[in-house]
């Protein structure tokens, strides 16, 4: 991994920490919350779409087939993640949430030939850091339970899991199509690509929730009032695109998925400080495995 990557994904970390915890603090975390914060996204990039020079029509059926499925994803996640916050706390559902893609995004990669294979080294990191994760949410080490991890309590975390496994795979693969074609900077480019996902990602999301007959129009209406979206929107939009931008400075996008787990520390030590939730010795011990495993990965 380059500097310019770490430095990049570092940025991200902290906004990815600053957006989900303001998820978690909002009274009734909900799907409309999260599709308007999306919605408001796409708006904040919309001048990025209208200056790039990117000949959308000349993108072959494969980008998308890229695109519909990342957006589908994203809606999983978003499931996943609303439902989890809703259950559990914020030092259960973060860190298991990113634990999971840190195994399942290798295998995607490897089972499909996507990049380059990771060394023996960076996939050991990798199982650190998903076995760090997964003892963070413990109560005792002695305890050490999978009971936990099966219950009815863990499936919308689980979900969350493949959401992000989807949607980050698919995104390496459109990004790459649309820098192929695209006239503009890097920068400019990725920020158009990102616009017309974050669009894709509220109308799926809308249309998920009119399918199901979830919320509805009343309190879609009442999130738009609200400055918690806005703020959610403009933190998640700019994490993720920071992101986007450091795909093009690593050899396999499996990299960028276990680096990124450095939010799970600052994850945890906002709900400890912030939401007063307790400070367990698993949750020490799986801080420390995950900077390890991460210092494996990125060497």
């Known amino acids: 991994m380059t500097t310019t990557a770490f430095l990049l994904i570092l940025a991200s970390v902290a906004l990815h920490v600053g957006w989900n915890f303001l998820c978690k603090v909002n009274k009734e975390p909900s799907l409309s919350f999260y599709c ?3 919605f408001i996204a796409g708006v904040a990039l919309l001048p990025l779409l209208l200056m790039a020079k990117i000949d959308w029509f000349s993108l072959g059926w494969r980008f998308w087939v890229f695109l519909f499925f990342s957006d589908f994803f994203e809606m999983i996640y978003a499931v996943g ?3 989890g916050y809703g259950r559990n706390d914020i030092s259960l559902v973060y860190p298991i949430a990113r634990a999971l893609p840190t195994l399942l995004i290798p295998a995607v990669t490897l089972i499909f030939g996507i990049g380059r294979t990771p060394t023996t080294l960076a996939l050991i990191g990798m199982a650190i850091v998903a076995a760090g ?5 413990q109560r005792k080490i002695t305890d050490l339970s999978w009971k936990l991890l099966v219950s009815p309590a863990m499936i919308p975390i689980f979900v969350a899991a493949i959401g992000t496994t989807g949607y980050t795979v698919m995104d390496n693969l459109a990004t790459e199509n649309v820098l192929s074609i695209s006239l ?3 920068v400019l480019s990725l920020g158009a690509y ?4 974050q669009f894709g990602i509220a109308l799926f999301i809308l249309l998920y929730m009119l399918a199901f007959r979830i919320e509805g129009w009343r309190v879609l209406k009442a999130n738009f009032k609200q400055p918690a979206p806005y703020l959610v929107g403009i ?3 700019m994490a993720y695109f920071l992101v986007l931008g450091a795909m093009g400075y690593v050899t396999n996008v499996s990299y960028l998925q276990a680096f990124r787990q450095m939010s799970l520390p600052l994850g945890v030590l906002a709900g400890i400080y912030f939401l007063k939730e307790s400070y367990t010795m698993p949750k020490a011990i799986g801080t420390i495995m995950v900077v390890i495993g991460l210092i494996l990965t990125v060497v």
Not at 133 to 137: A, G, K, R
């Open 36 to 38: 308007v914060a999306n």
């Open 194 to 197: 990102l616009c017309v996902v």
């Open 184 to 186: 503009s900077s890097k």
């Open 133 to 137: 994760c997964i003892i963070m949410p």
């Open 235 to 237: 933190f998640s939009f």
């Open 81 to 83: 993640l609303f439902k």
